[in-house]
């Protein structure tokens, strides 16, 4: 088992930024894929960033290219993603999870474990 715990969300005004924080512990934290989804309310789940383990490969969602950045410590069994230029359609639950493989997938059914999720909320 894998747990997840996500940490610094909050309410920051359009344009500001942001650094998320996901937490690993368990079996063979660092040794996973991971990555970022979120939910609005109303709205299904949806891929934001995904990084690869030992390579660190990542990719990210159309709309988030360029402002969002995913990143790992593998020392700290941590990830993070750090965000800017932060518009209000950025608002909802952001939630970390982690494969059972190394290697990334955009697909929220391929990850196996997931934090509780951190509330992002920009205002206009």
């Known amino acids: 088992q894998v747990q997840l715990v996500e940490s610094g969300g909050g309410l920051v005004q359009a344009g500001g930024s942001l650094r998320l924080s996901c937490k690993a512990s368990?079996?063979?934290?660092?040794?996973?894929?991971m990555g970022w989804f979120r939910q609005a309310p109303g709205k299904e789940r949806e891929f934001v960033a995904t990084?690869?383990?030992?390579?660190?490969?990542?990719t990210s969602a159309g709309s988030v290219k360029g402002r969002f950045t995913i990143s790992r410590d593998n020392a700290k069994n941590t990830m993070y993603l750090q965000m800017s230029s932060l518009k209000p359609e950025d608002t909802a639950v952001y939630y970390c999870?982690?494969?059972?493989?190394?290697?990334?997938?955009?697909?929220?059914?391929?990850?196996?474990?997931w934090g509780q999720g951190t509330q992002v909320t920009v205002s206009s």
């Open positions: 999870a982690a494969r059972e493989v190394g290697y990334i997938s955009v697909l929220s059914r391929e990850y196996s474990f």
């Open positions: 990084i690869s383990w030992p390579t660190g490969r990542n």
């Open positions: 368990g079996r063979t934290p660092s040794s996973r894929a």
